[in-house]
């Protein structure tokens, strides 16, 4: 798969089959739309396009009402290569490309800078300024820039749209597992270890805090997780508290903090990356270390239960 970051200097693409989207998640929904502009292209001898932008137009458009993304630029891109796209372009999401016109953004944008054979685009696609441009203006000026439309099902839309809103409101509520179901893959975040206070290490479960390398990542619920890991190239079974720790701090931060099975290297200032597999259950206060201790010893036996066939 290969990628351009804006638009300056786009090849000449053989065929192209576009479609258009930010495609946050990458879930099943999105998968099922990619799957189709795969196979359009393949039928012809085409490339399959598709055409994403960064930041979230959301970001620009609704500044007051922060949007938390269920994946960065990097992993929609990992995700999107499992599709088998051929070629994905970042669109720099700006307020001159927020005001381009619905008809300039066909003619000066689709058109000059793709070419396109085929746009595979939902009925609901709203695009230009003030999302004056829909589906039916994009099929007016079929004749004169000869390509054409193709609708996807208002099944594949809805199921992209509720999937989307499901997915956030699984997470908030913790439900990671069904999440994953939805996903297609766990749910994670990414981060860099950073020093503690090294509590955990005085009652025999060492912690690893993370700091997020991307803060507008949705976090899910607070509680704890049944986790696998990925640092050091390598994978780690684990659990993590994700939290205020209220036996043992008192300030009102939401901690992240990882405990890796089997493991002993010092990760410090390494990046992190935490599938989030299974919910264990809520945060809760203990009267003493002693009782957080055996807390913890019960958690990593469901863990590991949770992960035994990972």
Known sequence: MKVFYGIDRLPSFEKPVLTIGTFDGVHQGHQSILQSVVNEAKAIKGTSVLITFEPHPRKLIFPNEPLKLLCTLEERLALVAHAQI???VVVPFTKAF???????YISNFLVAQFRPFLIIIGYDHRFGHDRTGDITMLRSYVHQFQYEVKEISAQLISAAAVSSTKVRNLLAEGNVASAYQMLGSAYSISGK???GAQRGRSIGFPTANIALLDTDKLVPKIGVYAVRVFVKDHWYKGMLNLGYNPTVVTDNEV???????DFDQDIYDHEIRVCFISRLRNEQKFDSLEALKGQLQQDKVAAMAALSNL
């Open 98 to 104: 927020a005001a381009l016109s619905a008809e300039k």
């Open 255 to 261: 901690k992240i903090e990882v405990h890796l099975f």
């Open 86 to 88: 051929d070629v994905v």
């Open 193 to 195: 270890v950073i020093r």
